[in-house]
Each structure stands twice: as C-alpha cells, then as structure tokens.
C-alpha cells in the first residue's frame, strides 16, 4: 500500500473517531510530509494529554518513516499492535509493520537478530494469511538444521518442540508436508540414536543372557531349531508333499514371534515404549522377519530323509535396526 493511501484510510478512521477532528492529533496529521519531527511533537502532546492512544501511535510510526527512522517507526507501530482496538480498526497497520520486519531483517547483520525480527514476523504472515511468508520460510531454513542437530543427540523432546512450532507457520502445503516428512524423519532418527544408547547402557546384558545380542558385531539374533517331525505324526511334513517347505519354515520360524514379542516387552520400560499391542507385535516381527534365513542344521544329504533332522531358522540383524523397529512404540 502506498503512503498516499494509507494516509486515506487512517484519515478515514479520523474523522470518524470521536473527538479526533480537531485535536492536535489531526494538525499533527498534516504536518507529516512536511515538518515530521513537529508532527511527532505533536502526537505525543495527545499521548500525554489523552493517555495512550492508536491514531497517536500509527501516525507517530508514519512520521518516523518519513525521516528515515525505521527502528523507531517499528516500535510505534508494535505498540499500536498491542492495544485491545487495533482489532477492530481498519487501517492496514499489520501489513505496514511486516513490511518494516523485511528491510529490517534484510539489514540485520546478527543471526540472533535476524530470527528475533523473523520470530515477530512470522506471527504477522499467520494473521494476514500472506502469499509469500518470507518470514516462516526463513524460520524453517534456520530450524530445520537445528533440527536434525537434536535428532543426532538423541533429544526428542527438542526435535518435537521444534517441529510443533514450524508446523504452525504460515506455509505454503507443500513446503509444509515436506517440512513434515523431515520432521518423522528426525523424530525416527532421535529415538534410534536415543534408545541404541539406552540398550548398550541397560540391556544389552540382558539380551546376552538369552542369547539375542552378540556384543562383539552388535548384532541382534533369534534363532529356533526345529527338528522336523514324522510324516505319520504330520502329514503336512511328508516330503513329497507341496507345502512341505512351508510347513518347516513354519515350524521352525514362528516361535521367533515370541521371542520377538519378549524382547520387545523386555525393552519397553528402558527404552520408554508405549502403546504395544498385538498388531504392533505383528508389524515389528514383520520388519525383523525380512531378514530370517532358515536351513537345515546339519545336512544329511539327499539320500538321507529330512524327517528327524533338524531345522533352523534366525534373524540377525544390527543392534540399531532392532531399535529402529520399535519406533512405532515411541512416546
């Protein structure tokens, strides 16, 4: 909006306020291109007289623009924004404030400054519903690194705050799906780099104890050996049957579940899980499961029938895609 008609609506809203026609408000009003720093005398005669008022301050923040003093113009401006009116009156305040906020935060040579007039902006693009939400744009650039710092530290709760706020900025969708994306990603990687601290620290004995960690390749393990019954006691395991290889790597693979299911229970007091139900159970062995390898123990070779032998199944994976399968269970 130009000066030129801003100066309209704010005389507009003048001439219509009660009690402003005449005051020295108005004669500061028109003193504004011409004698500008005798325009603020004047204002803040009024603000003295009439206390704090909205067309003391925007006009002040107008007059200050005129003699090149943005950082004072801001300051009137902010202060306009505060009173419980400013609401419900029309003049484009909000938008002229967000315009300083840019060439400020253009100028500004501190990075702590730049975020603190972004942080402000930023609030304004959300109330106006901006097209171009340079402020909020800024902000995830900025946050989005300190974002993936926390997640390499583990720290979930700052990972979380940080993407609560950036997810409430005046984004465009696909800047914010994206953003959103990076988000579970970071979230997923705090955990993992969290909870793998966690298992060296608290579990990782445990799991020895019952033969499921490996400490010397951090691996993982669940193994089950199944010797293959008869085919009189099963027919489902005579040989010459179709679903005989089905029928063993059942057999020999589906206790893994249990023991997936135990550590799993085992793990969630250490690791904060929550939540852990039948289909979550169900999903994590899923993930672990694409890694199974099953076979004969001993190979009798093929004159020797597989009925009596026995069969192993086992799933070895690093000790860190364990803990990645947990992060459905994350607090």
Known sequence: MTSRAFFAVLLLAILTAAGCSSDKVEKGRRLIDSEPEKAIALFQEAEKERGECFDCLIYTGLAYERMGSAA??????????????????????????????????GKAGDATEKLAIARKAAELEKALKVARPWASMFLVDKYLADMKAAAEKGDEAEVRKIADFC??????????????TDATLALQSAFINRATKKFQETLATAFAEKGWFDSETSNIIFRNQ??????????????????????????????????????????????????????????????????????????????????????????????????????????
């Open 167 to 180: 997810m409430g900025l005046a984004l465009p969708a696909e800047m914010k799906n994206g953003f959103a």
């Open 72 to 105: 004072h113009a801001l300051t009137s401006y902010e202060r306009a924004m505060q009173m419980p009116d400013a609401a419900a009156r029309p003049e484009p305040v909000a938008e002229r404030l967000l315009g300083l906020y840019e060439t400020a935060h």
């Open 226 to 331: 199944f010797v293959i019954p008869s085919k009189a006691e099963d027919p489902e395991f005579n040989p010459d049957s179709p679903g005989f290889s089905a029928a063993l790597r059942k057999g020999a693979c589906l206790p893994l579940h249990a023991m997936v299911s135990e550590a799993v229970s085992l793990s969630a007091p250490m690791l904060g899980l929550k939540g852990i139900d039948n289909a979550g159970l169900n999903l994590v062995f899923q993930d672990l499961y694409k890694k199974a390898v099953a076979g004969f123990a001993q190979y009798g070779g093929e004159k020797r029938a597989p009925n009596g032998q026995p069969y192993l199944c086992m799933i070895q994976v690093p000790m860190k895609d364990f803990v990645a399968s947990l992060f459905r269970f994350a607090e």
